[in-house]
């Protein structure tokens, strides 16, 4: 009787997101139909761990100690695009599609969990010949930023978190992409069919001013989505991801920390900025009261400013 309701209640739930946003076939799409717009240079692909990283490394490389910066679920590096710009005229700013986003693509271990994806930066920092650096990571990046600061403290100059995952989460809003992902039973829709109105409405929801999404930033990440076996990986990702079961190692952290965050956050509270300062000594916060769950996206010259000021001088 309870499978049976389950499966009355996932039919009715696929039917009401077909009728409200039409039935949209879209086929999954190899990374040749899509690196000619979003792996232009300065992009170049890197082989590790079985897989094809897709990767940017800016500025100069007599720095040393280079800024990494980590996206976040279905995000791609594109995201710290307006960081980028911002600092490589005088940092080495290094980013990456995490395994199972953007056109990296998925893991072949299907492996997804936080200790895989801090390991995977580390071993790809490794290969760029990068042995201490700052870490700037976003929602899932900002975890896996930490994770790698609690792991390798010898190796981090400074740390940087924007809006970033750690502690058990009650969300106020989630993205109607997360939840078709999360929901079981609705995987097989979720990934053969994609209305554009499903990111759109997505990405509106975590901007704190909806109106600041353009059509260009829907089609960024509306394609990217698309990037073959992206879609079946988030479910898997989702399953593993254990909603702050990690949070007690947060408090090893020891790198001079900044605690960015959107006060319009409703996927993570912003009451999450003041939980990761009384865990992390010395670090400070940076509050954007009228900014989403992206801030560096959202309002990149600002927070972009706020950033380069703390790295000028982390321990200050």
């Known amino acids: 009787m309870k499978l049976a309701r389950w499966l009355m209640g996932a039919l009715m739930l696929s039917t009401l997101l077909l009728l409200a946003f039409g039935i949209v076939w879209a086929p999954d799409k190899p990374v ?6 979003w792996a ?21 490389r007599t720095d040393s100690v280079p800024i990494v910066l980590v996206h976040g679920t279905s995000a791609s590096l594109h995201t710290f695009d307006g960081w980028a710009a911002a600092m490589r005229g005088s940092r080495r700013v290094i980013r990456f599609d995490l395994p199972g986003f953007g056109l990296t693509g998925p893991s072949p271990d299907q492996d997804y969990s936080l200790g895989a994806y801090a390991r995977f930066t580390r071993r790809l920092l490794d290969s760029l010949g990068v042995s201490r650096f700052a870490i700037a990571g976003n929602s899932l990046g900002g975890e896996v930023a930490w994770e790698v600061a609690a792991a390798a403290p010898d190796r981090v100059a400074a740390l940087i978190l924007v809006d970033a995952t750690g502690y058990p989460i009650v969300s106020q809003s989630v993205p109607i992409g997360f939840r078709m992902a999360r929901t079981q039973g609705l995987t097989w829709l979720f990934t053969r069919i994609l209305p554009r109105s499903v990111v759109t409405s997505s ?4 901007y704190g001013d909806p109106s600041r999404v353009t059509d260009t930033l829907v089609t960024r990440y509306y ?7 992206n879609r079946a990986s988030l479910p898997r990702r989702f399953a593993q991801s254990t909603n702050g079961a990690d949070s007690a190692r947060i408090a090893t952290v020891r790198a001079p920390t900044l605690i960015m965050w959107g006060g319009r956050d409703g996927l993570i509270p ?4 003041g939980r990761f300062a009384r865990d992390i000594p010395g670090s400070r916060i940076e509050l954007f009261p009228e900014l989403g769950h992206v801030p560096h996206e959202e309002d990149p010259v600002r927070t972009a400013a706020a950033a380069r000021t703390f790295l000028a001088c982390p321990q200050c």
């Open 203 to 206: 990405v509106r929801s975590v």
């Open 32 to 37: 040749s139909m899509l690196a000619a717009r």
């Open 40 to 60: 232009a240079p300065p992009s170049r692909f890197l082989a590790l761990d079985g897989m094809q990283v897709h990767l940017r490394d800016e500025g100069p």
């Open 223 to 229: 394609e990217l989505t698309l990037r073959e076996g």
């Open 270 to 273: 912003p009451d999450h900025a």
